[in-house]
């Protein structure tokens, strides 16, 4: 299946260059990408249909399940056996190449981080809101997956596991009393400290805007700093 469905994206990528360049546009733009699934999230907190303790519940609920997704999608790729992105199999003829050093050549594409942590947020979403969850569900398929199958950095399995990964993690926390506990603790404090609430709602939203890629820089750097 992999292989027939990333044929046919190479004969269309082939022959529609003015496309490649509008993925490779999306593909490289966190705003594009990570901050328009996030603008929603704050919308919903914000809008009056859902600006009651159960649906502000629930998007804490999801920023927690948005942290543990992206540990769990890096976690998993490490344990799993590495497996090389597909514009590196020589078998597939990709109009767009990345430099052999460059880290998408040396992290294994299963699953997709990007698939983890976008579906898992916008299952959240989806809890809130019907209808922005299924915006959202589209949001995330057509604007940050599909690109990255069409320009070779993810098999389409990829992302089919990286998105059951995501939705299974934010479903099952949801049932969790433990998490209810924190997400009824945490809106305690929103209204206690609502000034250090919002100041740490920004951090993590540019966090999960961005894929974690300035957390995960930071721990590698310290990683790297007291182990070399």
Known sequence: MDGIIINMLNALGHSTFFFTKIVLLIVSN????????VAV??????NEKSKNSHSRAKIIITLYGCIIAIVVGRGLAKLFPFRARPMLNPEFDFTFQIAPLSDLATWSSFPSDHAVLFFSLATGIFLVSKKWGIISYAYVFFIICF????????????ILAGAAIG????????????????????????????????????????????LFEASRDLISGVFHYIFQ
């Open 167 to 210: 939705i299974f993690i934010i479903w099952g926390i949801s049932v969790l009393k433990i998490f209810k506990i924190f997400s009824e603790k945490t809106l305690a404090l929103s209204l206690k400290f609502p000034g250090i609430f919002y100041a740490c709602f920004f951090i993590l939203s540019y966090q999960i805007a961005t």
């Open 41 to 46: 999230l704050w919308y919903l907190w914000f």
């Open 147 to 158: 690109p990255r199958i069409y320009l070779g950095f993810h098999y389409p399995t990829d």
């Open 30 to 37: 966190n705003l594009v990408k990570g901050g328009a699934i």
